[in-house]
């Protein structure tokens, strides 16, 4: 099974930046996603990646402040996230699809834990 570990999360100011990190085993078989969640709201898409790295999608709300990559060679993929918004607060989940780039939350088969990220006034 595919195991996929987040990590970067963590507390800052609005406009600051972050770096989020998802690693995984088997990494360049999958579409890759990240997804977030707030309280009280249903799990978001922000941003995915084909797998190859080639193609990109970014939800209308993070699109031009985040960043997504992926380095196969170190099973690894990333989150940059810049002018933070007090918005931008919740879980965020890595996550893998067997597709080749993916934007729905129900084409994702695999998913992380989940890091938190708040986003201060």
């Known amino acids: 099974q595919v195991q996929l570990v987040e990590s970067g999360g963590g507390l800052v100011q609005a406009g600051g930046s972050l770096r989020l990190s998802c690693a995984a085993s088997g990494f360049r078989r999958y579409a890759m996603g990240w997804f977030r969640q707030a309280p009280g709201k249903e799990r978001e898409f922000v941003a995915a990646?084909?797998?190859?790295?080639?193609?990109?999608y970014y939800a209308d709300s993070v699109k031009g402040r985040f960043t997504i990559s992926r380095d196969n060679a170190k099973n690894t993929m990333y989150l940059q996230m810049n002018s933070l918004k007090p918005e931008d607060t919740a879980i965020y989940y890595c996550?893998?699809?067997?597709?080749?780039?993916?934007?729905?939350?129900?084409?994702?088969?695999?998913w992380g834990q989940g890091t938190q990220v708040t986003v201060s006034s």
């Open positions: 990646i084909s797998k190859s790295g080639g193609s990109t």
């Open positions: 996550a893998a699809a067997n597709g080749i780039l993916a934007t729905n939350r129900q084409d994702y088969n695999y």
